[in-house]
DNA sequence: GCCGTTTTCGGCCCGACTGTTTTCAGTCG
């Protein structure tokens, strides 16, 4: 917020990227920067990209809660000023020049000027402008939100569909954070190869969902899909693919290391390729396959969950990028209800499902009383299922495997829901957090570590609560979680519902750096349910993690292991 | 504000497109 409140007041660009940088850093950072404080401040300078000063209003930030320097800007300017950078088209530049001119800090003084014709008047706008403003406050909810991966998978495959009826393409990829498997996107951007860009345009613009038009060139387009979804086609030469598809995937900030680290060897990379510079002449080395592209940077092709200018070059640097976890690598399925609760498929049709989708076993986890809304299961029904799994695993006779589970309740007070004698005759015993999620951080820390103390529980479901786009994660101190879960030898679940992807990619590289083993869990519902493994597993890509980091790529009885027995 | 096996000062990624301009600033990715 700093850095934005800074733009707007036209501070140093460089400075403003320093700040956005070093705020970047520290949200990615696996350890938490708080225990970092406490422990050794000073080493917060060792961390790329934190200097003095970022490192400094670190400090105070973490011991007074706030920042002076943004109150004092706040005392100048209104904060709902920042609401009209959400307005697409409306930069810092023009945004300052509307407060400063017209007085104008809100979204509907901009909107009665614009109406009242005062805005067309201003230096740098004009009828258009003041059109496009207009058309902008309208969607600037729906333009800045963004969409689930999977529901973004969705429209990137209908619209690769509809794009393939074009004989003038020769090449189509999908870009962007869609391809570097980001939990949600927020535009998708295709690349074509083709010789008439004209008529690829043509087609792109003929797609049935297209609501608008936002702009149109020689080489690009983008449009406005459903209200909300951008998409950006660009059309390139042949020998221009892979660094078009390099620099279009990005991370913006993977591609600023990049571009630096190309200069330092007198290279330039830009869409077109990589080019060596010789004074003002530059001749092409690369750039018809990504491949190429980084192999003049001697780097290897990073997969793009991995490009995110987190820890990727240094990997790179020491041979030791990980060989990520695949979708076929799972093997089994440890978190999915029943018609026992809330769930809309048997017991036994949950085990022909997984048994099709080439699962080699499963755990039947309800969740338990507490969770009355579910129709929890309590002691009593709870152990009649394990009865029915019994006899059900006597059928299968060794060809698969149903362990007898409970996603078990943490106590508001504290504590299970279930006693342990009960909990004790389980095989996979999850326990989470369901209700009082609005305790403080201690309170919520307290009962997520004293469940993991329980030599019962084996896992921790979706450890944060958070739902993407809708509730916030709760209060909860995921270090000392993590410590707990090393002390006492448990697991942490990935859970791979796409509006959960609860671990996040951050903490789960910090649960691989403590080696915490993960499992992968579709929490299924239903039958269909059990399809989101597969994003769960990109979300184990983008934290860095190998099938060895995931528990359910393994066997059971090496989960068994794992829990000592 | 950050950074340094060319540097502790002087750099900091790079290009497309739009709208308002008559050569370019602002925005975006």
Redesign the pocket.
């Known amino acids: 917020m700093l850095a934005d409140l800074l733009e707007f007041q036209g501070a140093?660009a460089?400075?403003i990227?320093?700040?956005r940088n070093?705020a970047r850093v520290i949200k990615d950072y696996p350890d938490s920067i708080n225990s970092i404080i406490e422990e050794d401040p000073a080493s917060l300078l060792s961390i790329?990209?934190?200097?003095?000063?970022?490192?400094e209003k670190c400090v105070v930030l973490v011991e007074t809660g706030e920042l002076p320097q943004i109150n004092e800007i706040l005392e100048e300017i209104p904060r709902s000023v920042l609401d009209l950078l959400r307005i697409?088209?409306?930069?810092?530049?023009?945004?300052a020049m509307l407060y400063r001119e017209l007085g104008i800090a809100a979204l509907d003084q901009l909107k009665e000027a614009c109406e009242a014709g005062v805005v067309a008047d201003l230096?740098?706008?004009?009828?258009?402008?003041?059109e496009?403003i207009l058309a902008g406050i309208e969607i600037a909810d729906a333009a800045n939100k963004r969409v689930y991966w999977a529901k973004a998978d969705e429209t990137a495959r209908e619209i690769l569909d509809h794009m393939q009826s074009c004989g003038e393409i020769r090449k189509i990829e999908l870009a962007?954070s869609y391809r570097r498997r980001r939990e949600t996107v927020?535009?998708l951007?295709i690349l074509v190869v083709s010789e008439n860009a004209e008529a690829v345009m043509d087609h792109f613009g003929a797609y049935h969902l297209v609501e608008s038009v936002i702009?149109?060139?020689?080489?690009?387009m983008s449009v406005r899909i459903e209200e909300s979804l951008?998409v950006?086609l660009r059309v390139v030469p042949a020998e221009s693919f892979g660094a078009a598809l390099q620099y279009?995937t990005?991370s913006?900030d993977h591609?600023?290391v990049l571009?630096?680290l190309?200069?330092?060897k007198g290279l330039?990379?830009?869409?077109?390729g990589v080019f060596k510079m010789d004074g003002d002449k530059e001749t092409y080395v690369a750039g018809a396959t990504e491949e190429e592209v980084y192999a003049a940077m001697e780097l290897p092709v990073f997969p793009p969950e991995l490009r995110e200018a987190r820890r990727e070059f240094d990997w790179a640097a020491e041979k030791t990028i990980p060989d990520l976890i695949r979708e076929q690598d799972l093997v089994g399925d440890l978190h999915m209800h029943t018609t026992a609760t809330d769930g809309k498929a048997t017991l036994e049709e949950m085990v022909e499902a997984a048994q099709a989708r080439g699962l080699s076993y499963i755990a039947i986890t309800d969740p338990s009383q507490r969770v009355s809304m579910a129709h929890g299961l309590d002691a009593d029904r709870l152990l009649a299922q394990w009865r029915e799994v019994d006899v059900l695993n006597e059928k299968l006779d060794g060809s698969f495997r149903i362990l007898k589970g409970i996603d078990c309740d943490i106590l508001e007070s504290g504590g299970m829901d279930l006693p342990d004698e009960v909990l004790s005759q389980g095989d996979w015993i999850i326990a989470s957090v369901h209700y009082g999620q609005r305790q403080s951080r201690e309170q919520i820390t307290d009962r997520i570590v004293g469940a993991l103390e329980n030599p019962h529980v084996h896992i921790i479901a979706h450890p944060t609560g958070r739902l993407i786009n809708r509730r916030e994660a709760y209060e909860v101190d995921m270090e000392a979680v993590m410590q707990a879960a090393v002390e006492n030898g448990k697991l942490l679940e990935l859970n791979a519902n796409p509006a959960r992807l609860d671990l996040h990619d951050v903490h789960l590289a910090a649960a691989r750096k403590y080696q915490i083993p993960i499992v992968i869990s579709s929490d299924a519902h239903s039958v269909d349910g059990l399809d989101v493994l597969k994003y769960g597993v990109l979300q184990a890509r983008r934290g860095g993690l190998t099938a060895d980091d995931v528990a359910n790529t393994k066997s059971w009885d090496a989960i068994e292991s794992i829990l000592g027995r």
């Open positions: 140093n460089f400075k990227r320093a700040y070093g790329d990209g934190i200097g003095k000063g970022v490192a697409p088209g409306m930069g810092p530049k023009k945004a230096k740098g706008f004009g009828a258009k402008t003041v496009s962007g927020g535009d951007d702009g149109r060139g020689d080489t690009k951008q950006d279009f990005g913006k591609n600023v571009r630096g190309a200069k330092q330039k990379i830009n869409e077109y």
